[in-house]
């Protein structure tokens, strides 16, 4: 492979960022807001917005494929969810 373009593929910092001016760079400055979830304002052509909300990354549950293909949304878990917990036997 070109020496250049091996170069360019290990750095992807490019030469024209200097950082060595930064005063007090902290790695993952804002990873802990991160993980607390957040919102994405998203202005659109027409001239509305969209915010985009983005819970906590402890409430994210993940099906696995098989299971999305019975509960596509969030409405069809929870309705389901909501029917096995009736049936629990209250203590």
């Known amino acids: 492979m070109n020496e250049k373009i091996q170069y360019e593929l290990d750095d992807d910092l490019k030469e024209e960022y200097d950082l060595s001016q930064l005063k007090n760079p902290i790695q993952g400055k804002y990873y802990q807001q991160y993980q607390e979830g957040y919102s994405v304002t998203i202005h ?8 985009k909300n983005f819970p906590s990354q402890n409430d994210i549950i993940v099906l696995d494929p098989d299971v999305k293909q019975y509960f596509p949304d969030s409405e069809s878990v929870n309705s389901t969810l909501r029917s096995l917990i009736k049936l629990i036997p209250q203590k």
């Open 44 to 51: 659109n052509e027409d001239g509305t917005t969209t915010v």
